[in-house]
Every structure is written in structure tokens, then in C-alpha cells.
């Protein structure tokens, strides 16, 4: 079975760091450009990062570029979202998704991605 499993969520305080991990089972990564989207409450999903298979590719939106970092780690089949400076309206679930692409190619649309998790919930409140 084919699936994406992020992990890493939690609450934390305004300033604070987390680090999601997103890992795959079922399948390799290693061809795959990944994306990571939050949906906060009330408001649409949007897209936060991606990464392209290369892994020298990569993409952020501007609310949270200088903020967060996306890297991957192919030998353990996994894409992390590092985190920083998090502030209250950083708080959502967020998704990751995998989708096939060239190896210098990443997309931060989610009707074109493939593969989604289930996602994992970042609380930032003080």
C-alpha cells in the first residue's frame, strides 16, 4: 500500500521550532518531487514548500521564506519541514504530497499532486 506518513507536530510557543518529517512506505521517494501544504482552520489549503527529487530544487511561499527549510533524506525515504521563528498564524495541519516529476521540478499546487498523508497538526499559541 502506497502512503505518506508526516509526523513531528505539536504546540509550541510563538519563536519556537518543530521539525515534520514526512516518510513513505509502499514506495521510494527518490523519484518523487514532495510538497508541503497546511490548511489552517476556516481557510484553504495552500502551499508552504517543495522539493524537487534532485534535491537541489526547491520552493517557498512567501509567508514563510527565511522561516522554514525543506531537505530530504533519500536513504531514509523522507522529507523534513524545519521550522523556525513559528508564529500564531503558522498554526494548521499540515500535509505533505509526492508527485513525479523531472529532478529539478517542484510544485506547490495540491490538485497536482498524487500521493497526500494524513497530516499532523502545528499549534503556535502562547
Known amino acids: 500500500q502506497l502512503q505518506l506518513v508526516e509526523s513531528g507536530g505539536g504546540s509550541v510557543q510563538p519563536g519556537g521550532s518543530l521539525r515534520l518529517s514526512c516518510t513513505a512506505s509502499?514506495?521510494?521517494?527518490?523519484?518523487?518531487?514532495i510538497g508541503w501544504f497546511r490548511q489552517a482552520p476556516g481557510k484553504h489549503r495552500e502551499g508552504v514548500s517543495c522539493?524537487?527529487?534532485?534535491?537541489?530544487?526547491?520552493n517557498y511561499a512567501d509567508s514563510v521564506k527565511g522561516r522554514f527549510t525543506i531537505s530530504r533524506d533519500n536513504a531514509r525515504n523522507t522529507v523534513y519541514l524545519h521550522m523556525n521563528n513559528l508564529k500564531p498564524e503558522d498554526t494548521a495541519v499540515y500535509y505533505c504530497?509526492?508527485?513525479?516529476?523531472?529532478?529539478?521540478?517542484?510544485?506547490?499546487?495540491?490538485?497536482?499532486?498524487?500521493?497526500w498523508g494524513k497530516g499532523t497538526a502545528v499549534t503556535v499559541s502562547s
Open positions: 504530497a509526492a508527485t513525479d516529476l523531472p529532478q529539478d521540478m517542484c510544485i506547490m499546487n495540491d490538485y497536482g499532486m498524487d500521493y
Open positions: 509502499g514506495f521510494t521517494l527518490d523519484y518523487h518531487a
Open positions: 522539493i524537487a527529487s534532485g534535491g537541489e530544487s526547491t
